[in-house]
């Protein structure tokens, strides 16, 4: 374990590895974005309550799940930056903190766009809604102390002390629509029985949340790779690969 | 066509949401690459320094 999390986490290797990863993760999210879409605004019927507004869960649901997804991301790699001191893993807590943050900004404006015409408003302090705006906060909270240090490496530490304690808002956004009332609805997918919808919905559904996954990933990885260049500007591989590339 | 870009009168709401995900999600990508030809650039100068 810890022989893999060095391996693939030394400057050098990761930036070889990671190459091909990128490629393919930015072809396979082109093609699902493209079959999703269709699938979503052509195949899927109309809602019979919500009629053609609920068209919005196929970005609103994907961008929120992402948001918890890739805070988890940035946390583990928190844990992995404390403990074992890779430098990869502390670029990877304020790069994936961008995107998580980007994504939790488009699920809560989403979300509000689709509340306006099913709820009549667009914004209530319900305890789903306030606990994503706080999970937002914890992003900007991680991207702040990631760069408030002369030394990249202590503002990594205090960032991912940060991420670590905010897990514990995760299980609140995912619960609370059943810990508490709330106008927003419970879930229809993650749940332990059928989800709750038809397939046809259901297909362009998971299908963007998969595309959204790879977005993330190939994005984390040509953010990523970037940061390890400038941080490893001394390193003789660097130089090489600035070399060949240019 | 038209009936398709009225979204059954949600219009507004649903083009909406598209436009501002697929404007963030671009932005991110053109984000990262202008940071890399930045860094790039950089590094480019450093190795021609010494």
């Known amino acids: 374990m810890m022989q893999f999390i060095h391996k693939y986490g030394s400057p050098k290797y990761f930036y070889q590895w990671s190459y091909g990863w990128q490629r393919w993760l930015t072809v396979i ?6 079959f999703g879409l269709y699938q979503g605004f052509f195949v ?10 609920y ?4 970005i609103h649901v994907p961008a929120a ?8 991301v940035m946390a583990v790699s928190g844990i992995v930056a404390l403990v074992w001191r890779i430098k990869v ?29 099913m709820w009549g408003t667009y914004w209530v302090w319900d305890a789903r809604l306030t606990s994503e705006l706080v999970l937002l906060f914890l992003y900007f909270g991680v991207i702040a102390l990631h760069g ?4 990249p490496r202590t503002g990594a530490k205090a960032a991912a002390i940060l991420a670590i304690v905010g897990i514990i808002n995760i299980p609140i956004i995912k619960y609370s629509v059943e810990w508490w009332s709330t106008l927003h609805q419970p879930a229809t997918v993650a749940k332990f029985d059928k989800p709750s919808m038809h397939i046809s919905m259901l297909i362009p559904l998971l299908v963007m949340a998969l595309a959204f996954k790879t977005y993330f990933m190939a994005l984390l990885f040509a953010r990523t790779r970037t940061e390890v260049l400038a941080r490893e500007k001394n390193a003789s591989w660097v130089k090489e690969v600035v070399e060949q590339e240019s | 066509m038209k009936e398709f870009f009225d979204m059954g009168g949600y219009a507004f709401f649903v083009w909406w949401s598209y436009g501002i995900v697929t404007f963030v999600m671009v932005a991110n990508v053109i984000v990262a690459k202008m940071k890399r030809k930045r860094i790039f650039k950089q590094l480019q100068e450093l190795s021609e320094e010494s």
């Open chain 1, 29 to 34: 999210t082109v093609l699902l974005l493209g």
């Open chain 1, 44 to 53: 899927a019927p109309p809602d019979y309550q919500q009629g053609e507004s």
């Open chain 1, 55 to 58: 068209r919005i869960i196929f």
């Open chain 1, 65 to 72: 799940w992402m948001s918890m997804f890739v805070y988890m």
């Open chain 1, 89 to 117: 893993a502390e670029i990877v807590i304020g790069e994936s903190a961008v995107i998580g943050a980007s994504f939790t900004a488009l699920a809560l404006i989403t979300g509000m766009l689709w509340g306006k015409p």
């Open chain 1, 148 to 151: 408030a240090f002369e030394d």
